[in-house]
């Protein structure tokens, strides 16, 4: 029997790996990887059998049931079987169905963590998530739900929580910006929408909680985070700029 | 003048540095690098003069004003400059700081995200911090407070969220379990009080809200993280161990 690792392949670029997930990769016999990661990163599992089961793959998703079962086949016939996930597996990477899975079947697993969404766009835009004497608490949060969830009260976190960083939110830009003007937030909470953080097709578009429908409507297809609040302010207020190039020069240098 | 970089060294063990850190401290010709850094991750900038400012260095540590003039001052030597931080140094690693000195004095500065406390921890004890259908928000807040800082109403963002991961709060406990039960958290509410996150030295300590100061009380002297919801009962109430081995065990393994 061998063991499953649940690797984090971080925010998209390849460096951005850690090197214990590299090492894990070059041994890998298999690898089960979301649609997203990157191809350099595949390419280090120089030996594996790579296989798609990928979210977002353009087509249709893997159903999750199937993906565990693999997971669970797949460790009765190989030492090193690597479940790669975008970003970290622990934050909205769906981990939990498959530990339990393996839990389950007795497999021995490790989780390997990743760089998420979130610090790699705050890093981008060169500001921190949180600031002594100004933010005190991050929140990460996605505004989907599941089928038969109970109720998600996204917005009281995103209201309570000094900064906000909102994964898998552009498609609900509508609702999010509505619902958390109506229950109080200001329309002018500095914001930043950013689409395909950390790659060379990285867009960054600035506004406020009031612009976020018409910033989602200028994005494209990339996977996008929402970062919200005022440790945004001073770095967006500085810019002049007003093309998105300038704005990220701006963001990148002093 | 050359280039200053605040680098993210992830949650203590050295293989969980990202390539890219790895890469930028192989070129390194200074690294001003917090007491926590580990040994090995500044082994690998073999060509930097390494200076410690860090915080926790068990004596005292450099004031930030003192440090930030003096990432000013070798950027104006240097072509490579690193200032190196435990975990990511937009989450809780007063980044802000540093980054406006070196907008203030027009340094090109570049930030390289890393593995943060929480999500290492979350890896650890194989629970994800986030669940479909269960939990759809995690917050980071740390109940510490600054000189002068406005009122941090950290429990607010503890209360909203469905997952909570305290940074530097072990100190506290007494406060965190009083105020969170007087505002309405459960008594019974799962939680983990982890100390050394991914070192040899790791130590869990798992209980409830209620248990948090008697956790701490048997915490030692390294760095800690508090997780707490609903998303460790299952995790937990499973093991029927009573020794901490016992617990990692299960924690591990199947």
Chains 1, 2 share one sequence.
Do not use: C
Not at 6 to 31: F, N, Q, S, Y
Request: proline fraction near 4%; avoid cysteine.
């Amino acid at each position: 029997m061998g063991t499953v690792y649940l690797v984090g392949a971080g925010p998209g670029a390849p460096d951005l790996l850690t090197l214990r997930a590299a090492e894990i990769l070059k041994r890998a016999e298999v690898v089960f990887h979301d649609a997203l990661v990157h191809p350099q990163t595949l390419e280090l599992a120089a030996l594996a059998e790579k296989i798609a089961v990928g979210k977002r793959s353009g087509r249709h998703s893997t159903a999750q049931k199937f993906i565990n079962k693999r997971l669970v086949d797949a460790a009765r016939d190989h030492e090193v079987v690597v479940r790669l996930k975008g970003g970290d597996p622990t934050i909205f990477g769906r981990a939990q169905e498959e530990i339990d899975a393996l839990r389950g079947a007795g497999i021995t697993f490790e989780i390997v963590p990743g760089v998420t969404a979130a610090t790699a766009t705050a890093a981008e835009l060169g500001v921190s998530l949180t600031r002594r004497g100004f933010a005190r608490h991050v929140v990460f949060v996605t505004p989907r739900t599941a089928a038969g969830e109970r109720e998600n009260d996204w917005a009281a976190s995103v209201l309570a929580a000094d900064t906000a960083v909102i994964y898998m939110g552009a498609g609900l830009a509508e609702t999010i910006s509505a619902e958390l003007i109506r229950r109080g937030k200001r329309r002018d909470t500095p914001l930043a929408l950013v689409e395909s953080a950390s790659l060379p097709e990285r867009r960054v578009l600035p506004g406020t909680l009031a612009d976020l429908p018409e910033l989602a409507r200028r994005a494209g297809l990339g996977p996008t985070v929402v970062l919200l609040g005022e440790v945004l302010r001073a770095v967006l207020a500085e810019s002049t700029a007003t093309s998105i190039k300038e704005i990220e020069a701006f963001l990148k240098h002093a």
